[in-house]
């Protein structure tokens, strides 16, 4: 069980709740704790790693292994709502998509990756949450030796080798993608 102190000899559970449970069920005096500090930070990872607490993903900003990892945990959960969802395919469209300016959830449902609106685009809300960015400015072949281009986002990249009318470029890494836009 891990707990936090409240006062002299004075605990509150912040994990593994269900052993306090069972303990004053078996009307046990005494049970194995772990003492954390009260931060608001731990406490959320100790809800998070005892599995009391899903940790949501910013869809806005996530990697491809975070999104995959998040749909694979939603699509495996027992009477899931995307249980007929492709992962793979759900995974590129959404790593795809220019999610950055999105403030809700309903553009996914025009990825042709199998989620519809209800009960499939609302289980997304279990794992993910939006925030939308800002919106860079896109970056023209001239200004592009102004540029960075390893500080841009994939999907910037994808952007600016669609309007360049690079062929491929959907199925490209970032480094392959940084070396296409910096020779046009």
């Not at 069972?22 to 731990?42: F, Y």
């Not at 945990?73 to 992962?87: R, T």
């Not at 990249?157 to 970032?174: N, S, T, V």
Request: hydrophobic fraction near 40%.
């Amino acid at each position: 069980m891990i707990v936090k102190e409240t006062g002299e000899d004075q605990y509150e559970v912040i994990g593994n709740s269900f052993v306090y449970a069972i303990a004053e069920e078996a009307s046990l005096e005494k049970v194995w704790c772990v003492v954390t500090d009260s931060s608001e930070k731990t406490i959320e990872l100790t809800r998070i790693l005892t599995g009391d607490l899903i940790p949501k993903v910013n869809l806005s900003t996530a990697s491809r292994d975070e999104i995959h990892a998040a749909l694979q945990y939603l699509i495996e959960k027992p009477n899931s709502e995307l249980a007929g969802v492709k992962l793979a395919i759900t995974t590129n469209r959404l790593e795809e998509a220019q999610r950055q300016d999105w403030k809700n959830f309903e553009p996914i449902t025009k990825l042709k990756c199998g989620i519809t609106k209800g009960k499939k685009l609302d289980a997304l809300k279990e794992v993910f949450y939006l925030t939308p960015q800002s919106t860079p400015e896109v970056v023209t072949p001239k200004a592009a030796s102004e540029v960075n281009l390893n500080t841009l986002t994939l999907t910037q990249l994808k952007d600016m080798a669609k309007k360049q009318g690079i062929p491929g470029f959907a199925r490209k890494k970032k480094q392959e993608l940084v070396a296409l836009l910096s020779t046009s």
